[in-house]
Every structure is written in structure tokens, then in C-alpha cells.
């Protein structure tokens, strides 16, 4: 089939006049486009802080009915004009939600704004408005809970905090304080605030704590079950470091407990926790109340599989030092009663060990940080097994003390070499009767 070709006589009068009308449409039509872009693009890139917000009100009238440019003035005006001029920024927002009634973020500037203006309950209809276009975001039920609780209502306005804190988790240290300022002194308000699940509870426990609302903190951690304690695992470990960093070993012991599946390494009165190393040191990592150990290229820190004291297994120390070696990273934290005399024992052997200041071991109160006991230098050259006994009374406020091993100084020498290996094993500490 032969193609057709259609042909336009231009020489005619209507052609002509139909053919400049077209091409005058497109130039109009291309100008409103290239306004909107224009306004669009200044609306949006240009600095108000530096240039005014008049270029801002240029860039509306440019493009009128773009809602960004009128979100945008809104948001300037908002930060530039007077109290007095509110009301210019409600009008904006409102425009900007006229011209684009389905984008969340125009309600929630404009409810914000009318909440500022006085307006709470318009306010509190257009942030609603907000949450029912994006249910799942976090930010416009955050300021709708906010407005809520501005206004006393509460119940509402954590429900509404509760799940922007669900949505970004960000939010929830400022959703604590919120409940924290209006429940400090009813705990079970303070829960139903916050949220009753397991992982609200534990992070609720862990902020009380912080709080040195100890009792409440501890309580709620204890209403947890085993599965959830070990699910929220890290507001467990929080737990523990803020009762250590306030001196409250015995509460820390408990909630540490809690972590350790294991009964035989559960922090006790008087207990070391795997004090014949029968058990990998990597695996204590974390453990507050377990061998607190840090290897270095210097004093290589381990444990021999092959030799112990009563077993095949003990703490090696192996040492490295040329010049000068400031501590040795191997302690441990135990539990003890107040005003109570204990018995410390552990033995200790040494290799080819050569230096002026050689290892011993020390005990301090960590209640106080004060040393209590301590034993002589390890045997210089190559020794077998060696027991140290120590005696020592705990304070009237003592709950726990650190054994470390330590390194004095050389005197006034800065360079103090060490070099050769050392063991150490069985640590026991018994309560006299």
C-alpha cells in the first residue's frame, strides 16, 4: 500500500493564522514552564539566611502554584519574621496543603505552625492528617503526640510517641524523659507510657537505672523471663555497668547472673569465676565479673593448654620489654560481704623471668580504690609452682574487690626491661568463719 503524504498549502490566510496561533500556545506554554522551573529551583537552592527572603516571595510569584515554594516560604518566614507576622507562615503552609492536599509533610509544617499560632485544635487536626498520610513515619505522630501532651493529654499523646519511637528508634531516649518528667514517681504509669513489651521494659530498666532509680530499675528487669533477659541482652550489660560505675557490685552480680547461662560462671560472694582457667578467656570478653584480660605484643597474655598446677590448663603471661612497660591488663572483680575477713590463695611459677620489677599480685577494695593486700615480686629465673597466701578485712561498705596483677616501677629508672614467662592458677578466696 502506497504511502500518503498530506500537504499544507501555507500560502493560504487560515494556514497561516492557525500555524502562528500553535506556535504562540507553545511559547506561552514553554514560558509558565520555565517559570515553575525557575521558581522551583530558587525555592529550593538558594540560601534565605544570606539573600532574604524576599528572593523566596519572588520565587512564589514566579511559580504560584508550585506547593514547595509556598512549604519553603512558610519555612523561612517561619525562622525570619516576628510573632506578630505568624500568621503570613499559616497562610503559606496552608496554600502549599491546598495545591497538594496528599503530601504529608505540608500538613504536618502547617499543624505545627497553627499549634505555635494558638491554634492547637486546627493544629491537632491537620498533624492528624499528617499521620493518616504516612501512618508508618515517624515525625508527624511525633509532633502530634507532643502537641498532645502540650495540652495535657496524656494517655494520647504517648500512644502516639510510642510508635514514632517504634518507628525511629532515635526517638526513644526523648520519649524516656518526656514519661520520665510526667511519671517519675508512679513506676506503673511510667511502664504504660513507654510500652509494656519486653524490649521497653528492658530499655525502661536500664534508664532507671541510669537514673539511679535502682530499686525500679532492677525490679522491672527482674519481671522480665530468661528468653527475654537474654534477647535484650545489651540493656542487660547497661544494667550491670551503671550499678559497677556506682559501686553497687551485689545488684550488678544479680542482673549479671542473669546473662551468664552458664550456673558454674555466675558471679558469687567470695567466687572467683573460672579461677583455674578451665575456660577460654575470649569467651569472658564483656563479662564484668569475669577475667578482665588484654594481650599485648609486649606481655602476651593467654592461656597454656599444657601446663597447670592442678590441671593442664593455666594463665600465661609471656614477657617482651626492652624498655618500659606501664601495666599488666589481667584482673578480675569479685564479689565479698562488708567487714569481713577473707584468705586469698593462688599459685604462681616463672621461666627464664628477668628483671628488676617482676609481677605480683594485688588486691584492692573497689568500693574505696584503695589496696588492701598485696604479694611479694614473682621468683626471678625459673621456679616450679610457688603458693601465695594473702589476708585481708573488707570495709564497712566494701561489696566488691579487684585481684590484678601488677608491675611496680624500676625507682626512678624510666627503662625498666622485662623479659621471660609467667603462670599463674587455682585463685581461691575463702571467708573465715
Known amino acids: 500500500m502506497a504511502e500518503q503524504v498530506l500537504h499544507i498549502d501555507a500560502t493560504k490566510l487560515l494556514v497561516r493564522v492557525a500555524m502562528v496561533m500553535s506556535l504562540m500556545m507553545v511559547l506561552l506554554?514553554?514560558?509558565f514552564v520555565v517559570r515553575w522551573y525557575l521558581g522551583n529551583t530558587l525555592a529550593e537552592y538558594h540560601d534565605a539566611d544570606e539573600s532574604g527572603i524576599e528572593t523566596v516571595r519572588r520565587a512564589v510569584a514566579w511559580a504560584p502554584g508550585d506547593p514547595f515554594g509556598h512549604w519553603r516560604l512558610g519555612a523561612i518566614a517561619q525562622r525570619q519574621l516576628g510573632p506578630d507576622q505568624l500568621h503570613q507562615v499559616v497562610e503559606e503552609y496552608e496554600k502549599a496543603a491546598s495545591l497538594s492536599p496528599n503530601d504529608y509533610r505540608f500538613w504536618m509544617a502547617l499543624g505545627t505552625a497553627l499549634e505555635h499560632f494558638g491554634d492547637a485544635e486546627r493544629g491537632e487536626k491537620a498533624l492528624r492528617r499528617a499521620t493518616e498520610l504516612a501512618p508508618s513515619y515517624a515525625y508527624p505522630r511525633w509532633y502530634l503526640g507532643n502537641l498532645l501532651l502540650r495540652n495535657g493529654r496524656y494517655d494520647q499523646a504517648f500512644a502516639e510517641l510510642r510508635r514514632a519511637a517504634d518507628a525511629d528508634p532515635e526517638l526513644r531516649s526523648q520519649l524516656l524523659n518526656s514519661a520520665w518528667a510526667i511519671y517519675n514517681k508512679n513506676l506503673d504509669s511510667f511502664v504504660d507510657?513507654?510500652?509494656?513489651?519486653?524490649?521497653a521494659r528492658a530499655e525502661l530498666a536500664s534508664y532507671l537505672v541510669g537514673r539511679q532509680r535502682f530499686e525500679d530499675g532492677i525490679l522491672l528487669w527482674q519481671r522480665l523471663n530468661e528468653v527475654e533477659k537474654q534477647a535484650n541482652r545489651s540493656h542487660g550489660e547497661a544494667i550491670v555497668g551503671a550499678l559497677v560505675t556506682a559501686k553497687r557490685f551485689h545488684q550488678a552480680a544479680e542482673v549479671a547472673n542473669d546473662l551468664v547461662p552458664a550456673p558454674a560462671y555466675h558471679a558469687a560472694e567470695g567466687k572467683f569465676v573460672d579461677g583455674s582457667f578451665d575456660d577460654d578467656l575470649i569467651a569472658q570478653k564483656g563479662a564484668l565479673f569475669g577475667w578482665q584480660v588484654k594481650s599485648s605484643q609486649q606481655a602476651q597474655v593467654g592461656i597454656d593448654p599444657n601446663r597447670g598446677h592442678n590441671s593442664s590448663r593455666s594463665l600465661r603471661i609471656v614477657f617482651q620489654v626492652p624498655s618500659r612497660l606501664d601495666s599488666i591488663s589481667v584482673s578480675q572483680l569479685v564479689p565479698v560481704k562488708p567487714d569481713t575477713q577473707y584468705d586469698f590463695e593462688c599459685y604462681v611459677r616463672s621461666q627464664d623471668l628477668q628483671s628488676g620489677s617482676t609481677p605480683r599480685v594485688e588486691i584492692a577494695d573497689a568500693t574505696e580504690g584503695q589496696g588492701v593486700a598485696s604479694s611479694s615480686e614473682a621468683s626471678a629465673g625459673s621456679t616450679d609452682w610457688q603458693l601465695i597466701t594473702l589476708s585481708f578485712k573488707t570495709g564497712v561498705k566494701t561489696e566488691a574487690v579487684t585481684v590484678r596483677i601488677i608491675r611496680t616501677s624500676c625507682g626512678e629508672d624510666p627503662v625498666c626491661p622485662?623479659?621471660?614467662?609467667?603462670?599463674?592458677?587455682?585463685?581461691?578466696?575463702k571467708r573465715r568463719s
Open 29 to 31: 506554554a514553554s514560558w
Open 418 to 429: 622485662i623479659f621471660g614467662t609467667v603462670w599463674y592458677d587455682d585463685f581461691n578466696l
Open 193 to 199: 507510657a513507654v510500652g509494656n513489651s519486653a524490649n
